[in-house]
């Protein structure tokens, strides 16, 4: 059997880890890395349209505040970290594309608590080319969600990389015919599995759960709320329950991989008419038009 990385990273594809920028399919990383061995790792993902990298800012803003979380130092200055994705996006000749980036504590042996002259922090970056035409076609079609209990840990505010119980969520979500699962705790929507989530109500006032430890604080649903404030429309920041979605007129989904996507069933009941709302598609254009998206 090929390998993952004979088979499927295309030639030509370099990755970034430590200072050297490697082969897609040759980079990697300590055997005892701490993010590899216990997990202490966060990362980002931005999106890389015409060449640009959509709300960089607020993302390396947001990597910066998980790193402090966890107690572990920059691996670069912005400015330099800034460079070194732009050289990793020149030398990948990608102009529409998903740049990932991962800092964990480093490599050390083994042990929960790490050595007194712990190592510098491993950065890896790494950049995919985008499905646009998935993506596409999700804008323009709706995506099903399946509800699943949330059952992470209690600082979900930190991107960290340990994702097992969302990659649990969003496999039994898929298992069941849906895109994203929607995490339920005491009979409320968190978020979705790689998501925030959204509903816009019958009296047409949108909904997003409110920033705690409970979420993740969404770059993109940062953003699509600047840009509904700015537009003057009703938003309100708080948890919606499970029976308040499934009878919400237009429900949506949004991430660095796609703003305002809709969500046309949950648990296979359609949400209002079962074809992607209004607001939704309004608030997708105020998000592409105020980041750049739109080029
Ligand atoms: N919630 C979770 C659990 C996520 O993993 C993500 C993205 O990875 C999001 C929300 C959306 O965040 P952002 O808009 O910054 O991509």
Redesign the pocket.
């Known amino acids: 059997m090929k390998k993952w990385s004979e088979s499927r990273a295309p030639a030509g594809r370099y990755a970034y880890v430590n200072g050297r920028y490697l082969r897609h399919g040759e980079a990697c990383v300590h055997v005892e890395d701490r993010g590899l061995q216990l997990g202490e790792a966060i990362y ?2 931005c999106n890389l349209r015409h060449g640009r990298l959509i ?1 960089e800012e ?2 390396l803003d ?1 990597m910066e505040r998980s790193l402090r979380e966890i107690a572990v130092a920059m691996p670069l200055s912005r400015a330099a970290l800034k460079s070194v994705m732009r050289e990793l996006i020149a030398r990948n000749r990608i102009k529409d594309g998903l740049l990932y980036i991962q800092v964990s504590r480093g490599a050390a042996k083994r042990d929960h608590v790490p050595p007194a002259n712990m190592g510098r922090p491993t950065l890896i970056i790494t950049l995919r080319p985008q499905d646009l035409a998935g993506l596409e076609k999700r804008m323009a079609q709706g995506v099903a969600v399946s509800t699943q209990p949330d059952i992470r840990w209690g600082r ?1 505010d930190i ?1 960290t990389t340990n ?1 097992l119980p ?1 990659v649990m969520a969003k496999v039994a979500a898929k298992k069941k015919g849906a895109f994203e699962a929607w995490l339920v705790e005491g009979g409320k929507i968190t ?6 989530a959204w509903i816009v109500t019958a009296d047409g006032e949108i909904v997003t759960r409110d920033l705690s430890s409970a ?8 953003l699509i709320l600047e840009a509904a404030a700015e537009a003057q429309m009703k938003v309100s920041e708080r948890a919606f329950t499970l029976e308040e979605a499934k009878s919400a007129r237009e429900a949506f989904i ?4 796609g ?1 305002c996507v809709p969500v046309v069933t949950i648990d296979d009941a359609p949400v209002g008419d079962g074809r992607p709302g209004p607001l939704t598609r309004r608030l997708g254009t105020l998000y592409a038009r105020k980041t750049g998206l739109e080029g």
């Open positions: 980002e993902v709300d607020p993302h947001r979900r991107k994702l969302n978020e979705g599995s790689s998501t925030n979420i993740l604080a969404g770059v993109t649903r940062k949004s991430s660095a991989t703003a």
